[in-house]
């Protein structure tokens, strides 16, 4: 495939102390060395070497900055063209004059997801793999940056394709029992259709089930904290968000909800939703009865719903106990600092099987213990033990789900002894459908609209 050379600024916005100016292209090491002046001519620059000179304008040789240049030759680069990174310094206007000067030497802009987008067209990396990389400068948790790196790295990509393998054998199997009928019944066929397409059903299945957690450390579980006034449930706030400085990366483009803040539990990214309400709001137990609110908690994923330990339990907390039925949540029995008179074996009953965790907001003690709980609550083994090869992706999940239907379709065809014909086209729509994932036959349009996601510079 040809291209034309393109450029951007593949730093972060705002005042780094370096900042990388990424070219990639075929005129990318001639437009670098026309505006660099070193030991050595770029062009002339082994691959994978980086080289400290200056940058000048050619027409009036006046030095612009002081920069280190990496020269990386096609193909062993991420977009597998020749790539040139100028290391700068960071302040924005030295960063763009850096971008004016290759601009001005005939490289083109490049658009948001632009290089990931080539890496993917020119074969470096499948669709799956693309996401990957949306997914890693969303990623709020180093948990989740894991997860999105494994799918970088393809291990999504390679469960793919071995179930896409094993389809195109069993249908090869079935290709050749046809060819030879008298060698193999149909009813033999079948019945290999049946052990191979379950085989594929399960597998699928599997995935599928790490696509809830998978959800939860992309998006971020939305939590919200309820209880009575006073309880502790602004303390309770501050201390997840003091010890949990959650990453926030800045995508340009993107607005986010200025009443969420994020912060993350042991690899938990908790969406805290309608914080302001709560930091303000001390009156939540009144609003509690309308219905309105009871809306809010029941966009909630998690509650984490504080009670006074040194108080005995109220109307109000019944009340709360019984708007959050049936949801996640975790009881935060707080204040355990003074002397505790609620009734805990009322307290135990009314939790249920839901976690029940004495604090001290206060001395910070049983935060450890809370975050635990959380964890928990969310990843079986807790997210440390987890395994990282999550489906998280909403068009993976969709295409699994299909995929995973197709099977069902050809296991039922070959249980009510359709012609083999006929259950292998249901069998070819599955490996298909897994294709997508990969971005084997997808719609241009598709390719387009998750490119166009990204932030510039990628
Ligand atoms: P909110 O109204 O539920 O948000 O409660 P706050 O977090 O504002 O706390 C109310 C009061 O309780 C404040 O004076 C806190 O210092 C105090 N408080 C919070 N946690 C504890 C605790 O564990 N022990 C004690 N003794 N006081 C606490
Ligand atoms: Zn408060």
Redesign the pocket.
């Given at each position: 495939m040809e291209f034309d050379t393109i450029t951007a600024i593949s730093t972060p916005s705002g005042e780094g102390a370096i900042a990388i100016v990424r070219i990639s292209g075929d005129a990318a090491v001639t437009i670098a060395d026309n505006i660099f002046k070193g030991k050595t001519p770029l062009a002339k620059a082994e691959t994978h070497t980086i080289h400290y000179g200056h940058l000048i304008e050619p027409s009036t040789s006046e030095i612009i900055e002081e920069v280190m240049v990496s020269v990386l030759r096609a193909p062993r680069t991420f977009t597998k063209e020749d790539i040139i990174e100028i290391n700068c310094h960071g302040g924005i206007v030295s960063v763009n004059r850096v971008l004016d000067l290759v601009l001005s030497q005939g490289a083109r802009l490049a658009e948001p997801g632009e290089f990931t987008k080539r890496a993917f067209l020119n074969g470096r990396i499948d669709l799956s793999q693309a996401e990957g990389v949306i997914d890693l400068i969303r990623a709020k948790t180093d948990r989740a940056m894991n997860v999105a790196l494994k799918q970088v790295e393809g291990r999504l990509s390679s469960q793919v394709r071995r179930l896409r393998q094993k389809l195109l054998e069993t249908v090869a199997h079935v290709e050749v029992n046809i060819d030879y009928p008298e060698y193999d019944a149909e009813t033999v066929t079948l019945e290999l259709l049946k052990e191979k397409g379950e085989e594929v059903r399960q597998e699928i299945e599997q995935l599928l089930m790490t696509a809830k957690q998978g959800k939860i450390l992309r998006e971020g579980l939305a939590t919200a904290i309820i209880?009575?006034?006073?309880?502790?449930?602004?303390?309770?706030m501050n201390s997840l968000v003091h010890e949990n400085k959650a990453i926030v990366t800045d995508i340009p483009g993107t607005t986010r909800d200025v009443l969420e803040e994020y912060v993350n539990v042991r690899g938990v990214p908790l969406r805290l939703i309608d914080t302001a309400g709560i930091r303000e709001t001390?009156d939540i137990v009144e609003k509690i009865g309308v219905e309105r609110s009871r809306k809010a908690l029941a966009d909630a994923e998690l509650i984490l719903f504080?009670l006074n330990a040194?108080e005995e339990l109220s109307k109000e907390d019944e009340a709360l106990f019984e708007a959050i039925q049936d949801m996640n949540a975790v009881v935060v029995l707080?204040?355990?600092?003074?002397e505790i008179t609620i009734d805990t074996d009322r307290v135990s009953s009314l939790a249920g099987e839901r976690p029940v965790i004495g604090?001290?907001?206060?001395?910070e003690e049983g935060i450890d213990e809370l975050e635990q709980a959380i964890a928990h609550l969310f990843f079986d083994e807790g997210v440390e033990g987890a395994d990282l090869s999550y489906v998280s992706n909403a068009r993976h999940i969709a295409l699994l789900k299909q995929a995973k239907g197709a099977i069902e379709e050809a296991l039922e065809g070959a249980d009510m002894m359709l012609p083999v014909d006929m259950v292998q086209i249901d069998i070819t729509r599955a490996w298909e459908l897994l294709g997508e994932v990969i971005g084997d036959n997808v719609h241009e349009s598709l390719i387009d609209q998750l490119f166009s996601q990204f932030c510039l510079g990628k």
């Open positions: 209880g009575r006034p006073n309880v502790g449930k602004s303390s309770l001390e504080v040194a707080n204040k355990t600092d003074l604090t001290s907001l206060l001395r």
